[in-house]
């Protein structure tokens, strides 16, 4: 292992302790990066998901197209659509590229997490199913340091006891949570 190597290892152990203490999981991440209110409504279990046509016809998409992929049986807290275990990648599947920053965020936490299970440095691949296009996502400073300032925002969020002011974005048109907000078309 190279020093950079090293100092990366370091730098993710530190991230996913971090992430531990605070309970963080994918969707946070993924929320974090696109609206705080739609992240704290997930972290104080208010979201509107139950409730969501959208959130469904995700969820049956995504098991029509892995039905029957077991990589991930027995991971316990830890959501990936799928795990290449010997290539060490982690594979996240969305329906569309929207907000790709943010999905690019949530599968790398998942490639921090299993970096740190497995001792070895994973990688994140990004699958947009509208497009049938793959999106590489790799731990570098970059993407680790926005990981970083989603835990920042996140225990900020944790510890918030009231909703966070948000404006209308365009994430709220297909948002689980735009009637709550108000800003439902």
């Not at 959501?79 to 590229?97: C, F, M, N, Y």
């Not at 990688?123 to 970059?142: N, T, W």
């Amino acid at each position: 292992m190279t020093k950079t190597d090293w100092d990366r290892s370091a730098r993710l152990q530190a991230f996913c302790e971090r992430a531990d203490r605070l309970d963080a999981q994918g969707l946070h991440i993924q929320h974090a990066a696109i609206c705080a209110r739609r992240c704290w409504l997930h972290l104080h279990r208010a979201s509107m998901n139950e409730w969501s046509e959208n959130i469904r016809l995700g969820f049956q998409r995504h098991a029509d197209s892995h039905g029957r992929d077991r990589s991930t049986a027995g991971l316990l807290g830890l959501h990936p659509d799928r795990l290449d275990w010997e290539a060490g990648i982690v594979i996240e599947e969305k329906t569309s590229a929207s907000y790709l920053e943010a999905s690019m965020d949530q599968a790398a936490f998942y490639a921090a997490l299993m970096s740190r299970a497995t001792g070895r440095i994973w990688s994140a691949r990004l699958y947009v199913m509208g497009s049938k296009r793959y999106h590489e996502v790799s731990l570098d400073p970059g993407r680790v340091e926005r990981l970083e300032r989603a835990l920042d925002l996140i225990e900020t969020l944790k510890r918030a006891t009231a909703v966070p002011a948000a404006r209308p974005i365009s994430a709220c048109r297909g948002c689980s949570n735009n009637e709550f907000c108000g800003f439902a078309e």
